[in-house]
Nanobody
């Protein structure tokens, strides 16, 4: 199996910065698109940013110019650098990856949406 471990969430004042990290571990064959989603209380989960294996990025309009997504293919990790944070950025942030891995029975499995457990970001004064 594969584990996605997120870190870096916390409480920050408006205008501040945070850096989220997500590391994938396990019997991974390949990691394709990696991304971050968020879900605020009472709202649907939404895409924040994604990055393909070759580095092409996509951002939600609400975070363009403030957030930067990056990845380290050697470490199976993806990062989200968040600057100029606003109260409306408060949410649980989830790592999401498209990957192939070996099952417990050594069978290759490919999955479009593999999720981490989330990390809470709170932007408040």
């Amino acid at each position: 199996q594969v584990q996605l471990v997120e870190s870096g969430g916390g409480l920050v004042q408006p205008g501040g910065s945070l850096r989220l990290s997500c590391a994938a571990s396990g019997r991974i064959l390949s990691l394709d698109t990696m991304g971050w989603y968020r879900q605020a209380p009472g709202k649907e989960r939404e895409l924040v940013a994604s990055i393909t294996r070759d580095g092409s990025t996509n951002y939600a309009d609400s975070v363009k110019g403030r957030f930067t997504i990056s990845r380290d293919n050697a470490k199976n990790a993806v990062f989200l650098h968040m600057n100029t944070l606003k109260p409306e950025d408060t949410a649980d942030y989830y790592c999401n990856v498209e990957l192939c891995y070996y099952s417990d029975h050594d069978i290759p499995i490919c999955q479009r949406d593999y999720w981490g457990k989330g990390t809470l970001v709170t932007v408040s004064s």
